[in-house]
C-alpha cells in the first residue's frame, strides 16, 4: 500500500512533442504529490508538485494532472526539449502523518531527440 | 543559497569494510533526510532526523548502518560491515520543517561501490 508504480520507465520523445509519464498509487492518505528531475551525477531536484484539492497543475512548459478517484497523477512536458533529457521520478506523501517521508516511484528515463 | 554538500563523492571498498558518508546541509534547515538510491530505481528513504534527533529510521539496516547529527547541523552515515548489495548512492536531503508540503533539496549524492 506504500508503493508508487511508475511508468514508462523509458521514454524517446522528439524535440517539440509531448512526454507523459504516469504514476499511480493505493495509499489513500498520501496527500502531497510531487515531481522530481534527475541529471546524471547530481541529485533529484523538484520539478512541480500537486495537492489533490486540484486536479491540475501548470507551470511553464510542465503541468501534473491528477485523479483522485482513480489514484493516479501523471506529469506532462509541453514543446519538449534536449534539455529536458534527464529521469523523472513521482514521489507521494502524507503529509498530516508527522515523520512519513516521500515515497518514490522508480522512475522514468527521458530522451528527447533533437 | 548553498545546497546540501556531501563528501565524498565517490567511495570504493571491499565487503565487510567499513565507510562512512557526511552531509552538511542547508543552513537553517532542521530537517535532515538519508537516502539510498540503487540504480534504476528511485530512492529509499533509510533515517530522517528533525534537528538532532530521530523521526524515522524504520527503513535503517540497523545491524549495520548507523547514522548520527550531532547539534543539529551535520550528520553521518556509516555502513559496518559492508555488503555487496550496499552498493548505491547514498543522497542526504534537507528541508525547512519536518511537516507541510516542505521542499526537499538534495545533495549530489556519494556513489559507494562495495566489491
Known amino acids: 500500500q506504500q508503493q508508487v508504480k511508475q511508468s514508462p520507465q523509458s521514454l524517446i520523445v522528439q524535440k517539440g512533442g509531448i512526454s507523459i509519464i504516469n504514476c499511480a498509487y493505493e495509499n489513500t492518505a498520501f496527500d502531497y504529490f510531487p515531481w522530481y528531475q534527475q541529471f546524471p551525477g547530481k541529485g533529484p531536484a523538484l520539478l512541480i508538485a500537486i495537492r489533490p484539492d486540484v486536479s491540475e497543475k501548470k507551470e511553464g512548459r510542465f503541468t501534473i494532472s491528477f485523479n483522485k478517484s482513480a489514484k493516479q497523477f501523471s506529469l506532462h512536458i509541453m514543446d519538449s526539449q534536449p534539455g529536458d533529457s534527464a529521469t523523472y521520478f513521482c514521489?507521494?506523501?502524507?503529509?498530516?502523518?508527522?515523520?512519513?517521508?516521500?515515497?518514490f516511484g522508480k522512475g522514468t528515463t527521458l530522451s528527447v531527440s533533437s | 543559497e548553498a545546497g546540501v554538500a556531501q563528501s565524498p563523492r565517490y567511495k570504493i571498498i571491499e565487503k565487510r569494510q567499513s565507510v562512512a558518508f557526511w552531509c552538511n546541509p542547508i543552513?537553517?534547515?532542521?530537517?535532515l533526510y538519508w537516502y539510498q538510491q540503487i540504480l534504476g530505481q528511485g530512492p529509499k528513504l533509510l533515517i530522517q532526523?528533525?534537528?538532532?534527533?530521530?523521526?524515522?529510521d524504520s527503513q535503517l539496516p540497523k545491524d549495520r548502518f548507523s547514522a548520527e547529527r550531532l547539534k543539529g547541523v551535520d550528520s553521518t552515515l556509516k555502513i559496518q560491515p559492508a555488503k555487496l548489495e550496499d552498493s548505491a548512492v547514498y543522497l542526504c536531503a534537507s528541508s525547512q520543517t519536518l511537516a507541510g508540503p516542505d521542499t526537499q533539496y538534495f545533495g549530489p549524492g556519494t556513489r559507494l561501490t562495495v566489491l
Open positions: 514521489a507521494a506523501r502524507a503529509l498530516n502523518q508527522a515523520g512519513t517521508a516521500l515515497i
Open positions: 532526523f528533525q534537528n538532532n534527533g530521530v523521526v524515522d
Open positions: 543552513s537553517g534547515h532542521a530537517t
